[in-house]
């Protein structure tokens, strides 16, 4: 539990305490989200979705303060990897199978939302953080980050058609999964070069709401 003089602390001086109020906000959309579906009001809050992907992503490059050449261009190579595969994707069905993007995550460029590059974006980096301070080597530490995103994206498949995200034709097959850790494995070494670990605290609460919306709604539905 946070004290009122933590709470007071924080509320003065945000700016120096990024990982506590980016925490704060990112559960109470979550919480928000989660209650409001289950009673009942999944047409107010699901269309709202590229509202909390902005939210999300603000707070994520407020924490993560990227300032170097490596950290900038590491990100831009990420979202454009992230929205170029999805592109080649809903076009030619590689490499995850076929599928279609719904209407629930935002404006699109020819088919693809641009906030799915924010998505690869918040994930891989997120991922890599709660595994960089390990002892195992870097081969190691890419492959059970990456290991971290393949297990998000089983409960989010089950979601995603329920809420209007994507939807395979007919079902995600196995490829889907190998071709997201492959994809993921890439992204984390990119990332390894930049020596660059956003605030853990962030990371991990990120990584955990996402997991408990996704695994929640799945079990749901």
């Known amino acids: 539990m946070i004290s009122k003089d933590q709470l007071i602390s924080i509320l003065e001086n945000p700016s120096e305490n990024r990982g506590s109020v980016s925490v704060f906000i990112i559960w109470l959309f979550m ?3 989660m209650i409001g579906v289950s009673v009942g009001f ?28 490596a950290s900038i261009t590491a990100v831009a190579s990420i979202l454009v990897i992230g929205i170029g595969i999805e592109w080649i994707g809903i076009h030619y069905g590689l490499p995850f199978g076929n599928y279609s993007y719904g209407s629930h ?20 980096w997120c991922s890599h953080s709660l595994l960089e301070k390990t002892k195992w080597n870097r081969v190691y530490k890419a492959l059970l ?5 393949v297990l998000l994206d089983i409960p989010m498949e089950i979601v995603a058609p329920e ?3 994507w939807a395979f034709e007919p079902a995600p097959p196995w490829i889907n999964y ?10 984390q070494l ?4 930049t020596k660059h670990r956003i605030n853990e605290h962030f990371a991990f609460h990120y990584y955990l709401s996402q997991i408990l919306f996704f695994s929640y709604f799945a079990w749901l539905y």
């Open 31 to 33: 919480v928000s989200a």
């Open 42 to 69: 999944e047409t107010f809050f699901v269309p709202k979705t590229p509202l909390n992907l902005i939210v999300q992503t603000v707070l994520f490059f407020w924490v993560a303060r990227f300032q170097s050449a």
């Open 105 to 124: 995550l935002g404006f699109k460029l020819d088919g693809v939302p641009l906030l799915i590059g924010t998505n690869w974006l918040l994930l891989s």
């Open 145 to 149: 980050s990456s290991l971290l995103m």
């Open 163 to 165: 809420f209007d995200f």
């Open 178 to 187: 190998f071709a997201w850790g492959v994809i993921a494995f890439v992204m």
């Open 190 to 193: 990119i990332i390894q070069q």
